[in-house]
């Protein structure tokens, strides 16, 4: 994170920390996976060129909405398309700047990474583990009527708040005004 981050801003690519450690970043938990970082769509050819410049292995999967960069066994994701659309000046206007690791660096809000994890969630993958934990770890935080609204369309996403409220995760009465 620290080496990936360093060179992109060195570079002037705006980039901020995303996924499981700007949840850990905001006090949840825990995170050993790889380092999200979200970068908009007309960067990220130039955030990876950067990383490979620095000495990491790029990366072009056939999913389209991210590239990736390894650092040996390290990995960084730039995330430019994630699940609920592409990472835009809005995105970067919600973000805030928090110490992580001691480094400065701007965090994506836990609303978006929020939605973006609820967006994720498929037939192929319908896990809710990862969101109830970190529901529960910073409940506070999250605007949930926004979060609602934005996730309406997906019938996981109303599946979680449903099993959210009855858990008394989430107020199932602050999800209610969707629309």
Not at 10 to 38: K, Q
Not at 89 to 113: K, M, N, P, Y
């Amino acid at each position: 994170m620290k080496r990936a981050g360093a060179a992109l801003r060195e570079e002037g690519v705006d980039f901020m920390l995303g996924g499981g450690l700007a949840i850990w970043a905001r006090g949840g938990p825990p995170t050993d996976h790889d380092v999200d970082f979200f970068v908009r769509e007309e960067d990220a050819e130039r955030a990876l060129d950067v990383l490979t410049a620095a000495g990491f292995r790029p990366e072009r999967p056939p999913e389209h909405w991210l590239y990736k960069a390894w650092d040996g066994e390290n990995l960084v994701d730039l995330v430019f398309h994630p699940a609920g659309g592409p990472i835009d000046d809005g995105h970067f206007a919600r973000a805030t700047e928090l110490e992580v690791s001691a480094q400065r660096l701007l965090v994506a809000s836990i609303d978006d990474v929020f939605v973006t994890k609820l967006l994720a969630i498929s037939e192929q993958d319908p896990d809710f583990r990862v969101v109830l934990e970190v529901a529960r770890a910073l409940r506070e935080q999250v605007n949930w009527r926004s979060v609602a609204r934005r996730t309406r369309d997906s019938p996981f996403a109303r599946a979680f708040f449903e099993l959210a409220g009855g858990l008394a995760i989430v107020d199932a009465d602050s999800t209610l005004a969707t629309a």
